[in-house]
Nanobody, 122 residues
């Protein structure tokens, strides 16, 4: 059974940093597309970042960094210079066994974590 488990969320002041982790069990990330998405109350789920191509949303480019540790089968999202508008539930997702591509579209992912809350205070 494949599972994605996020951790690392929390409450931080504007300008602060957090690092989210997404650990996979039951399947190795290998070269599959793995992405981070977020969803704020009343808003649609939006793309944040993905790899292995290291794609970023315009709103996170230059502040967020996605990376992978193959030995730990874990993908990270380092978030710096956080802003109140970054407040959301952050989800990790993977396209296991699917053709390469579709990184920006949350409907193209077939495995999801449970989400972790990130709250940025002003």
């Amino acid at each position: 059974q494949v599972q994605l488990v996020e951790s690392g969320g929390g409450l931080v002041e504007a300008g602060g940093s957090l690092r989210l982790s997404c650990a996979a069990s039951g399947r190795t990330f290998s070269n599959d597309v793995v992405g981070w998405f977020r969803q704020a109350p009343g808003k649609e789920r939006e793309f944040v970042a993905a790899l292995p191509g290291t794609w970023y949303a315009d709103s996170t480019k230059g502040r967020f960094t996605i990376s992978r540790d193959n030995a730990k089968n874990t993908v990270y999202l380092q978030m710096n210079n956080l802003k109140p508008e970054d407040t959301a539930v952050y989800y990790c997702a993977a396209r296991f066994g699917l053709p390469y591509g579709g990184a920006y579209d949350y409907t193209k992912y077939n495995y999801w974590g449970q989400g972790t809350q990130v709250t940025v205070s002003s």
